[in-house]
């Protein structure tokens, strides 16, 4: 046997020199690829590869051991995971479908893998600890049998079928030695520390007369030469290498961060960046390529065909199943937040003329905003929701109709096979359309998108699941195609897309990750993010096992992974002769510089320059892209003048009819912001709410409450039977009114939510409304007795005579001084007019508090007192509070004014508001506090908006 040779090499040299390995057959092994190819170009340059052969360490282990089956890797393994577990394991993990178990199969695979590294036998865990002094709590070793389980269930479930797994394989009964036999000499190039299992290879080759050489970059004291292990070091002990030119760069903050990077790299032409979170910055997004030579890929979860499937995945995941109906419904907020992606809906739009398309999805965007402002929550995929009477439920078909279709085709998606069938079909899923020109061009999108389909096909061939639905709990009718399309997804999202940036590679800076940092080297170089918990990690919570556990059984700990860290941080700032680090210190944010710039700072001091920035106001950034000649090329100041913010009143354009209508609602916000009452009423810019209610709100219990009471006048007023009274009538149409409302064919159908709400609503609201209902009939008749001289009835969703639609004059110009003729309009919930001459009385039905007595003024004026003030004595109005079952108002506080005088009173107001308004132009309301919800923030972007 021969003895392993180590060879040590300074910070400052060359891990590899080509003239030294010139016509030598040897296998060179690296930790990691980016070592491996820097080995291979530096090599290559001189033709010295002819009798080497440069591999990874996993590669390596990979050739040496032999599998008598084809190995299962990534999904397919996990998919196997899955179909081998029994009910005892699938309860004591708590999985019911596939995309629960994934965690687990990370976790389990993970486990073993890392068990066959340190040669750990997981049968004797429970002993090894016990001789150690140590145990398994009673939750570990419950879940360490269900593992243990599952090990081989997993192992006969694919050995039946002709699979095997490198958990199975990496046993030295399965060695193969016949890579090695061309080479006498293996050399490991680097490596800090290696598996029990590398050891082992290692002795067994060396055992066959392998000469086994570890060139090492670390000083000869901190390996332990008989376990091939490192020591525990410090950075003195490092020594005696010193650093080249260190640059601390404290900032306090990830922008400042970036800008002070961006400085430093055009100043000192620093040549390579690596960015140590694991993560990347957002502000990547806004690195020039021409500048910076970013990753050369990008992951298949940042194109636009991923996008796309995330989208549907979405539309398919909202889908409701309607079980008393029968049918499957389509959330209007999913559709519309769909429709709001131009990249999933535009190529779904048929036009060949772009500007069609995005014309046809900015209709689509304000149907969907109007139909929100009518409280509709759903379409159904039938299409009986586009059979209406009203426009904006008809016009809504052709535009979502490519989406229904599309959603129709997928919910026949059974296996992988009819998705890859659906996705090749041209009128199935558009990838061509989808895929813009810049992707085209630029990546090689296309062809990885339909080989990832290629192999997803083959997984549906493999036969490793039999029934595919069965990936998702329960049998409705989108389970399988969700089960199917989320795999999918879930397969290619690990690709990596090549991108092509065609610019000119040369004096760029590139970046580059801290794992394939850790085998380069640099002359000029930048780290950035080198804070706490970035660099060394935040500890992560081991699975299973407790780190003292996992340290007795022989297994990698936080320790070893935070002495890797040190090492590979440490061997970058000792071999750079010029290295800037950028870190971040910000004690509000408990942000603090890496512990092991402060180690470097102690042990180096003479070599570690300090530069404190100041933070970086983003005003100040942006300033400097103004700049032409060296001096500052501003934009135009905002004006200063207090009206800069005042739409002008021109009475001519503001009301081209001549007539200034108001109503209630529009009164108020005029009176409160006419800032907004010019963009709403005069500019008609629609005011979309934030947010889709999709629970109960007042607003649509309010609607609801007002139906069954319309309703039960919509009976009344149509029975032909001879007249009877007002108690009488919701015993008599009380419980049809309700049955009709919530019938599939009620338009309320499509606005009621399909949830627990509902349940809510029938179980202890709708209670209330029929105990309120019949409340007011009785109040109607015993109480107010309008049913006793022959009544009129107007509900408002059932009478739109002249009378209701026609606007009043209720101020001349010439009279008010106003330059335009004042009129009301409005509409009551219902009026009831009765006897000789003619009395009237108006109620508005509520179930908020939010409302306000001149809504019941501005109700008489507009019907009756404009017309016949005469009349004022013998109009009474009223609010009735549904769910409270009470009837509030009736008497007005006009604080010791008549009827007639508060009246007057009112005309005078808002003859003055309107008139200030004339004078000043539409001026934005006063915020008084943060807190006024009723003022809200009114941005430049809504003043613009398709029409």
């Not at 086994?212 to 490092?238: C, N, W, Y």
């Not at 009538?729 to 064919?745: N, P, T, V």
């Not at 010439?814 to 330059?819: F, N």
């Amino acid at each position: 046997m021969l003895p392993l040779r180590f060879r040590y090499i300074r910070f400052d040299e060359p891990l590899l020199n080509p003239a030294e390995w010139s016509g030598r057959e040897a296998l060179l092994l690296f930790p990691g690829e980016a070592g491996r190819h820097a080995a291979g170009r530096l090599l290559q340059g001189n033709w010295e590869l002819t009798g080497l052969r440069l591999m990874t360490l996993e590669e390596f282990k990979e050739q040496l051991f032999v599998a008598p089956f084809p190995l299962l890797k990534e999904e397919k393994r996990t998919l196997a995971f899955y179909t081998s577990l029994d009910a005892p394991a699938r309860d004591h993990f708590r999985i019911s479908s596939y995309f629960q178990s994934i965690e687990l199969a990370n976790h389990f695979f993970s486990l073993w893998e890392e068990a066959g590294e340190a040669g750990l036998e997981m049968d004797a865990v429970a002993g090894d600890l016990a001789a150690a002094g140590a145990e398994l709590l009673s939750w570990q070793e419950k879940s360490l049998r269900q593992l243990l389980h599952i090990r081989d269930l997993y192992h006969d479930t694919i050995s039946r079928r002709g699979f095997s797994d490198r958990i199975f394989i990496r046993r030295e009964e399965n060695l193969d030695y016949s890579l090695c036999s061309s080479f006498r000499e293996i050399v490991l190039v680097n490596p800090f520390r290696l598996t029990r299992l590398e050891k082992s290879i290692l002795h067994l080759l060396a055992e066959r007369d392998h000469q086994i050489t570890l060139i090492s970059q670390m000083p000869s004291k901190i390996m332990d030469e008989e376990e091939v292990e490192p020591r525990p070091f410090t950075a003195a002990d490092l020594g005696p290498a010193a650093p080249g030119d260190i640059t601390l760069h404290k900032c306090c903050n990830e922008f400042a961060l970036y800008a002070r990077f961006i400085e430093a790299a055009a100043q000192n032409r620093i040549t390579h960046a690596v960015d140590v979170s694991l993560q990347p910055s957002a502000f990547h997004h806004l690195l020039s390529p021409a500048r910076f030579r970013l990753p050369a890929s990008i992951p298949m979860s940042e194109t636009s065909l991923y996008h796309f499937f995330a989208t549907l995945t979405a539309l398919l995941e909202e889908l409701v199943w309607e079980s008393r109906a029968g049918r499957l419904l389509l959330p209007l907020p999913a559709l519309l937040e769909a429709a709001h992606s131009p990249g999933f809906y535009l190529p779904l739009l048929e036009s060949a003329d772009p500007e069609q398309r995005a014309a046809q999805r900015e209709r689509l965007i304000t149907l969907l905003h109007r139909l929100q402002e009518q409280d509709y929550l759903y379409l159904d995929l039938q299409g009986r929701f586009f059979n209406s009477a009203q426009r904006e439920r008809r016009d809504l078909e052709p535009l979502a109709r490519p989406v229904l279709r599309l959603i129709d085709r997928l919910l026949q998606v059974r296996d992988p096979a009819g998705l890859v069938r659906l996705i090749a079909d041209p009128e199935g899923v558009p990838v061509l359309r989808i895929v813009p020109e810049k992707e085209r061009a630029c990546t090689t999108l296309i062809e990885l998108f339909y080989q990832s389909l290629a192999d997803f096909s083959a997984i549906g061939e493999s036969g490793i699941v039999e029934e595919w639905p069965a990936l998702l709990p329960g049998e409705g009718p989108t389970t399988a195609a969700r089960g199917i399309l989320r795999l999918f997804l879930d397969y290619i999202k690990s690709a990596r897309v090549r991108y092509e940036w065609n610019v000119d590679r040369q004096n760029q800076i590139e970046f580059t990750n801290f794992t394939e940092a850790q085998d380069l080297t640099f002359e000029r170089l930048a780290l950035l993010q080198v804070v706490e918990g970035q660099l060394p990690r935040t500890r992560a919570i081991p699975w299973l096992l407790t780190e003292q556990q996992r340290a007795l059984l022989g297994l990698e700990t936080a320790d070893d992974t935070r002495l890797r860290e040190k090492y590979a941080f440490f061997r970058l700032a000792l071999s750079t002769p010029e290295l800037h680090l950028f870190t971040i210190e910000n004690i509000e944010k408990n942000t603090q510089p890496s512990s092991f710039i402060e180690e470097l700072a102690l042990t180096f001091p003479e070599n570690v320059r300090i530069i404190s920035h100041p933070d970086i106001e983003y005003r100040d950034f942006g300033r400097q892209f103004f700049r032409e000649g060296g001096e500052e090329n501003l934009p135009l100041p905002v004006r200063g003048r207090e009206d800069f913010f005042t739409l002008p009143f021109d009475g001519a354009a503001d009301f081209p009819a001549g007539e200034w209508r108001l109503s209630f609602y529009a009164w108020e916000q005029v009176k409160s912001n006419p800032f907004e009452y010019a963009l709403r009423n005069v500019g008609r810019v629609p005011a979309w709410p934030a947010q889709w209610q999709t629970e109960w709100t007042h607003k649509l219990l309010g609607k609801v409450a007002q139906e069954v009471f319309d309703l039960c006048w919509h009976h009344f007023n149509q029975d032909a039977l001879p007249f009877s009274r007002f108690d009488r009538i919701f015993s008599r149409y009380g419980e049809k009114a309700i049955a009709s409302l919530f019938a599939d064919q009620s338009d309320l159908y499509f606005k009621l939510p399909k949830n627990h709400g509902l349940a809510y609503f029938r179980e202890f609201v709708l209670p209330l409304i029929r105990s309120s209902c019949d409340y007011f009939y009785q109040q109607l008749h015993e109480r107010f007795h309008l049913d006793e001289d022959n009544p009129r009835v107007y509900p408002e969703k059932e009478f739109t005579s002249a009378r209701e639609t026609s606007p009043r004059l209720l101020l001349a110009a010439a009279e008010s001084q106003l330059p335009l003729d004042l009129l009301l309009t409005g509409r009551a919930d219902l009026r009831i007019e009765y006897g000789e001459p003619t009395s009237a009385f108006l109620i508005d039905y509520k179930t908020g508090t939010d409302y306000k007595d001149e809504q019941l003024w501005f109700y008489e004026l507009f019907y009756y007192l404009i017309d016949d003030p005469a009349m004022a004595g013998r109009v009474r109005s009223c609010f009735f509070q549904i769910l409270e079952r009470r009837f509030d108002k009736l008497n007005k506080n006009t604080k010791k004014l008549s009827k007639t005088e508060f009246l007057d009173k009112l005309r005078g107001d808002i003859a003055s508001t309107l008139l200030e308004v004339c004078t000043l132009g539409y001026r934005p309301a006063r915020r008084r506090s943060w807190g006024d919800k009723n003022l809200d923030d009114i941005i430049r972007m809504e003043i613009y908006h398709p029409r």
